[in-house]
């Protein structure tokens, strides 16, 4: 068995503005503790600022953090390279941008310990803007994979959040990221959450999820947008092969945020695509009506769609957006 309980993996990009304070919260949060079964793995990604610099000088100052640096190739090939160095019993993630509370290790390490679980699932904070608001799993203590499997097609609070998760790392072998823009988390997870048969959740908001306005989440190309129905496809397909109990609302939450994007209508390509997605609400309407887990607002957007209604939707939405 390893000496070294956690392995905290964090992939950085142009990161110099935010890296200290996450790094700083880690540090803060283990150190209360007095155990030494902690390393940090962090992995530059080709940054153009002092990314790199600052994590040497972290690297040099405490003997638990390690460094790497690598070619420019994305957040998936740099998460790929930080599992290449693992030598820890369960694996976590870490968003360069975001930060940890000061019980964060203690309550996790705790949890680990004792439980044994093949993953450890925690709550966290949303903090957008000067607000903070907790984000809390409507899960229990002990969950069940499918219990698990379900909640998280629902799109809600637990949504597919490596940074939520602490894994077994052999579970880990054999899995490595996509090269795609988004969803990668939700891609390997489809992979690895199947393995897991021993959940425990920790019901403690102890992570701080950055909200960034400027994020690629929230300024997605409509090709990324297409890529994301593809992932999401993918995976109801092969949760629906396994029989597992599942909610079409993170199916049709990705159709619909192509469909009313703002740049999807007028090249050849993306008129087709719609057409498609329009095929196929009117396949599933009833499927998606009949789901409870399908949120009342994503109703209203697909019957707008199904009764080509959804031109007056977006100009309600927009008058919506300027009296705000």
């Given at each position: 068995?390893?000496?070294?309980?956690?392995?905290?993996l964090?992939?950085?990009?142009?990161?110099?503005?935010?890296?200290?304070?996450?790094l700083?919260?880690?540090?803060?949060?283990?150190?209360k503790?007095?155990?030494?079964?902690?390393?940090?793995?962090?992995?530059?990604?080709?940054?153009?600022?002092?990314?790199?610099?600052?994590?040497?000088?972290?690297?040099?100052?405490?003997?638990?953090?390690?460094?790497f640096?690598?070619?420019?190739?994305?957040?998936?090939?740099?998460?790929?390279?930080?599992?290449?160095?693992?030598?820890?019993?369960?694996?976590?993630?870490?968003?360069?941008?975001?930060?940890?509370?000061?019980?964060?290790?203690?309550?996790?390490?705790?949890?680990?310990?004792m439980?044994?679980?093949?993953?450890?699932?925690?709550?966290?904070?949303?903090?957008?803007?000067?607000?903070?608001?907790?984000?809390?799993?409507?899960?229990?203590?002990?969950?069940?994979?499918?219990?698990?499997?379900?909640?998280?097609?629902?799109?809600?609070?637990?949504?597919?959040?490596?940074?939520?998760?602490?894994?077994?790392a052999?579970?880990?072998?054999?899995?490595?990221?996509?090269?795609?823009?988004?969803l990668?988390?939700?891609?390997?997870?489809?992979?690895?959450?199947?393995?897991?048969e021993?959940?425990?959740?920790?019901?403690?908001?102890?992570?701080?999820?950055?909200?960034?306005?400027?994020?690629?989440?929230?300024n997605?190309?409509?090709?990324?947008?297409?890529?994301?129905?593809?992932?999401?496809?993918?995976?109801?397909?092969?949760?629906?092969?396994?029989?597992?109990?599942?909610?079409?609302?993170?199916?049709?939450?990705?159709?619909?945020?192509?469909?009313?994007?703002?740049?999807?209508?007028?090249?050849?390509?993306?008129?087709?695509?719609?057409?498609h997605?329009?095929?196929?609400?009117?396949?599933?309407?009833?499927?998606?009506?009949?789901?409870?887990?399908?949120?009342p607002?994503?109703?209203?957007?697909?019957?707008?769609?199904?009764f080509?209604?959804?031109?007056?939707?977006?100009?309600?939405?927009?008058?919506?957006?300027?009296?705000?």
């Amino acid at each position: 068995m390893s000496d070294i309980l956690m392995s905290i993996l964090i992939p950085a990009y142009n990161a110099s503005s935010y890296i200290c304070q996450c790094l700083d919260s880690i540090i803060t949060s283990y150190e209360k503790g007095s155990r030494n079964d902690i390393e940090i793995i962090c992995v530059d990604d080709g940054s153009k600022d002092d990314t790199w610099e600052i994590l040497q000088e972290y690297a040099s100052k405490y003997k638990y953090i390690r460094a790497f640096h690598k070619v420019n190739g994305g957040v998936g090939s740099a998460r790929n390279e930080a599992l290449k160095h693992v030598r820890g019993e369960y694996i976590g993630w870490v968003d360069s941008d975001d930060f940890v509370s000061e019980e964060w290790y203690q309550a996790i390490s705790q949890g680990l310990r004792m439980e044994r679980p093949d993953c450890l699932l925690i709550d966290y904070y949303l903090k957008k803007d000067n607000e903070i608001l907790k984000q809390n799993i409507q899960l229990g203590e002990k969950i069940t994979k499918e219990q698990f499997i379900y909640e998280q097609s629902l799109e809600r609070e637990l949504g597919n959040f490596l940074y939520l998760e602490f894994i077994r790392a052999d579970f880990w072998d054999g899995i490595t990221f996509p090269d795609l823009h988004m969803l990668e988390d939700m891609a390997v997870l489809t992979e690895l959450v199947p393995k897991y048969e021993n959940i425990y959740h920790v019901t403690k908001n102890l992570y701080y999820y950055v909200m960034n306005n400027d994020s690629l989440t929230h300024n997605a190309s409509p090709d990324i947008l297409w890529s994301n129905i593809q992932v999401v496809k993918k995976r109801y397909e092969k949760y629906d092969k396994l029989g597992y109990t599942y909610s079409l609302n993170d199916l049709l939450e990705q159709l619909l945020r192509y469909w009313y994007h703002s740049d999807c209508s007028f090249e050849k390509e993306k008129v087709q695509r719609k057409e498609h997605i329009r095929n196929v609400i009117k396949e599933y309407r009833q499927k998606f009506l009949s789901d409870e887990g399908v949120s009342p607002k994503n109703r209203i957007k697909l019957n707008c769609i199904y009764f080509h209604l959804d031109n007056l939707l977006k100009i309600i939405l927009k008058i919506k957006r300027i009296l705000k």
